[in-house]
């Protein structure tokens, strides 16, 4: 008899494992097929965000920065320490050790909530049946499928990889050795962060980017001091700058590209392509069964994520929408909560994004040109981390938040942060967003003294001219 369930999810990401767990939770028979393989060969569930994506790329840059701060700033603090050096392989050590404790932890929650795990690939086949292929080669079917088969980097014509000194994401928080000389194709927040770790570590880092604008879906004044900051740590950002052609030659790599001088050429010891993911539907269906994929590749789904065949899903990077990892499981947990009969939605347009560079730089709703854009009124309140006692304290002076907020109701349209610890504060900015607050509700909230987000209370202070820390403007006696 053919097995069955009451939700299969196909991925074992933070989209797929968020739906199953929440699906289970709620009483349905579940099961999650994934097709991860760890580098030792083992399944292993968390897919794409804790193998290959935000929970390594964290640990790195955590680790590299730590490293800069006993480095360079140690002294500074009265720390006297002697002849400091990397053990590379300890920190990548690290870097697995937290890797594998999570992927682990996946796989307890999956037993202790009743998520049965396929290991094996799943394809969708007409009537709600499931092919999976693997060492558990079967045929099952289910009531509800949710695809949550993520993304997967795009290889670029002019610099394919080599999985050696050219490499994507995944290679790059694998090396076995600090490159002197690093390219990286691609300033965007993957680019930027792993570019981050390795110059930390000592590599001559260079950028580069086609687009003329640095970080254009950031906010403009928070983009034009991020590319201020990391400039003056030593990434070489070059934009406006297209590569043409990479080649492997005597263990380097050759990069031919056009700047506005004309063509020229650099060379590197190694070369990370970060030029963008693309949605994954390799296999995922059969054709017969007339899913709809939109022209980017995305699996086409409607607001609450249902695609166009009855009781089938798809959540996270396989369909449209910012591919980050928190949104991939609201959409999880409201895809199963809606199979449930409840009533749940994802906002999407309070999702908080952060590049996690040293300033920190994050952000949630619109940005100062694109409410410009829209012709939208808006009043905005800028509050500079240098007049923060925490962050003087911490010697974290660089960088600000700026709230807008409209200028007719003064509800919060959009927060900007860039500084210390910022991908922490945005939590604040998201929670009062989604309370639908106002810059005044902000400003009358109490925040604890010394702290980091006092500089959000501030910047509410500052939309309305009276920031306390800050010199504004006088305003007459009324
Ligand atoms: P994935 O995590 O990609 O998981 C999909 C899973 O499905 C994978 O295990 C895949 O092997 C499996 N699969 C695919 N097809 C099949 C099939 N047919 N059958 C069975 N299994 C299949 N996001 C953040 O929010 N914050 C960050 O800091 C962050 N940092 C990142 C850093 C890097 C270097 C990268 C590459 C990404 C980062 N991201 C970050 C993005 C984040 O990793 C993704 O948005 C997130 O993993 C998407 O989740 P998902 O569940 O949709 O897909």
Redesign the pocket.
Known sequence: MTERYDVLV????????AAAIRSAQLGFKTAC????CSPAGEPAL????L????IP??ALLESSEFFVQVRDRGSVRGLKLGQLSLDLAAMMAHKDKTVTELTRGIATLFKANGVTWIP????LLPKNQIEISGSAAKQVEAGEIIL????M?VNFGNAPFDGQRIVD??GA?AFKEVPRRLGVIGAG??GL??GSVWCRLGSEVVLIEAQEGFLPVVDEQVAREALKQLTAQGLDIRLGTRVLQSRVANDAVVMRYQDQNGEQEKIVDRLIVAVG?RP?T???FAPETGLLIDEWGFVHVDEHCRTNLPNVHA????VRGP??????MEEGIMVAERIAGQATTVDYAIVPS?I?TQPEIAWVGKTEQALKQAGESYRAGVFPFAANGRAKAMGETSGFIKILADAHTDRVRGVHLIGPHCSELVACAVLAMSFGASSEDIMHTMFAHPTLSEALHEASLAVAGRAVHIAQTRRAKP
């Open positions: 196909i991925g074992g990401g933070p989209a797929g494992y097929v994934d097709d991860w968390g897919g794409t965000c193998n290959a994506g935000c790329s964290k094996g690939r799943g394809k949550a088969s993520g993304s980097p994401s995944q928080l927040i993957i962060e792993l993911r994954n390799d296999g995922l959540v996270g990077d396989v591919m980050l990892a928190h949104k991939g952060v996690y």
